[in-house]
């Protein structure tokens, strides 16, 4: 028991197809996916569409999802029915749908029980001049309603600007979608329900994908919070310590530019870690971008050392 909770769980993630996908997570991050269309990485996930693979160590070959289940004291004994967030890794092409995520009731009610989606970005990377859509001009529901009825997407939607380094919040009923070109990492509650407002007309094997009109319009948040809101640059962080992106009601997420070395406890109920840049060590295993952990409940001090960038993440 104790010598688990000393292995640092490295992770096989698992890659998704996607209409709007790229090849920068095999070319940049060296995952063995065919294909130039992979737009996911869910590099730390339990979920059944993504159940990540434990790549060493006393669990090897063991999915997350198992770990969860058979050891949850590397997990502090939370009291959750399932591994309660995921981390991400995400390059698109081209603009993803327009759409929205419901909260924990909503989905409960409407989706067979599962959690509802909150998630955050943080941007990798993005062209000179990219944008996202976060938010929208509806003043009423009334409004929003007419809007989407008669298609008039641009009036409705708010495309924002975005560069590296900048930090987006997408609460459950924010209108959103990553524009093309950008690549990120999103943390976020363990649940795969999004609502497809508009897809520019794409056809996905001949036939336009199913849209969720109704159900978007029941859980889109009037009026939408301000742009600033909901989108703040935060590539200046102090190096060499854990700082905090955002902390909420699910999950808290931190940024990590480690220069020369670094050391820290790891006193959370389990620590997900994800490589984004560079290269290093980790109580002198060797890590580098691409690679996903979780340092379990109780590991104890870690000790950084390297030129990297992690995005890390607790409840």
């Not at 000393?6 to 070319?27: Q, Y």
């Not at 990485?41 to 993504?50: D, E, F, L, M, N």
């Not at 009334?142 to 641009?154: F, K, N, V």
């Not at 990590?256 to 290269?279: H, R």
Request: glycine share 10%; hydrophobic share 35%.
């Amino acid at each position: 028991m104790n010598q688990l909770k000393k292995e640092i769980l490295f992770l096989d993630p698992v890659c998704t197809h996607n209409i709007w996908g790229g090849s920068r997570l095999r070319e940049e991050f060296g995952y063995p996916e065919a294909g130039d269309d992979i737009g996911e990485c869910w590099g730390i996930s339990a979920h059944p569409k993504g159940d990540g693979t434990v790549r060493c160590g006393v669990l090897a070959g063991k999915k997350l999802s198992e770990v969860w289940e058979g050891h949850r004291e590397l997990f502090g004994n939370l009291p959750c029915e399932q591994l309660p967030i995921m981390a991400k890794l995400i390059d698109a092409r081209q603009d993803l749908s327009i759409q929205v995520h419901p909260g924990d009731a909503y989905a409960a009610a409407h989706e067979n029980g599962s959690l509802g989606k909150t998630e955050s970005w943080y941007v990798i990377d993005a062209p000179e001049g990219a944008t996202l859509v976060v938010g929208h001009n509806a003043g009423t529901r009334e409004e929003l309603a007419a809007m989407i009825h008669e298609g008039r997407w641009e009036e409705l939607i708010r495309r924002v600007p975005v560069k590296r380094g900048d930090f987006i919040q997408i609460d459950p009923g924010t209108v959103h979608a990553i524009g093309a070109g950008i690549l990120l990492m999103e943390m976020q509650q363990s649940s795969d329900i999004t609502y497809r407002v508009y897809d520019y007309d794409r056809l996905s094997d001949g036939k336009p994908r199913e849209l969720h009109i109704d159900k978007s319009i029941d859980v889109i948040t009037v009026p939408a919070k301000p742009e600033e809101e909901s989108v703040r640059s935060v590539k200046d962080q102090p190096a060499n310590q854990l700082n905090v992106l955002y902390r909420g009601a699910y999950y808290t997420m931190f940024q990590l530019k480690v220069q020369g070395e670094t050391e820290f406890e790891q006193e959370y109920p389990f620590l997900f870690f994800s490589v984004i840049a560079g290269e290093g060590t980790i109580n002198g295993q060797p890590v580098k971008k691409g690679d996903h952990m979780i340092l379990p409940c109780g590991y104890g001090g870690v000790a950084v050392r390297g030129e990297l960038e992690a995005v890390a993440a607790t409840v």
